[in-house]
């Protein structure tokens, strides 16, 4: 009897059909064993500074950024 194989959404199939290179990337740091605190702060720095963000990518960040700090979204 042969397995089904699964093709949901996200699956490891999905993954490893997908393109690679050096722009693909899944990185799971639950315990804080790479990065100590917030990951995303530091990846989108790096962003940032490497003027990967588009000006309106950066106005919905920062904008979401101010939200969290005032209280209006949960991050």
């Known amino acids: 009897m042969t397995s089904p194989t699964l093709r949901l959404p996200g699956s490891v199939a999905e993954v490893d059909a997908s393109a690679g ?4 990337a899944a990185i799971f740091d ?23 963000v588009s000006p309106s990518e950066f106005v919905r960040t920062f904008a979401l950024v101010v939200g969290a700090a005032v209280g209006r979204f949960n991050v």
């Not at 990065?35 to 790096?46: N, P, V």
Request: avoid cysteine; aromatic fraction near 8%; hydrophobic fraction near 30%.
């Open 30 to 52: 639950l315990d804080g064993t790479l990065i100590a605190g917030y990951s995303a702060r530091y990846l989108t720095q790096d962003r940032v500074r490497r003027r990967d």
């Open 21 to 24: 290179g050096r722009k693909v």
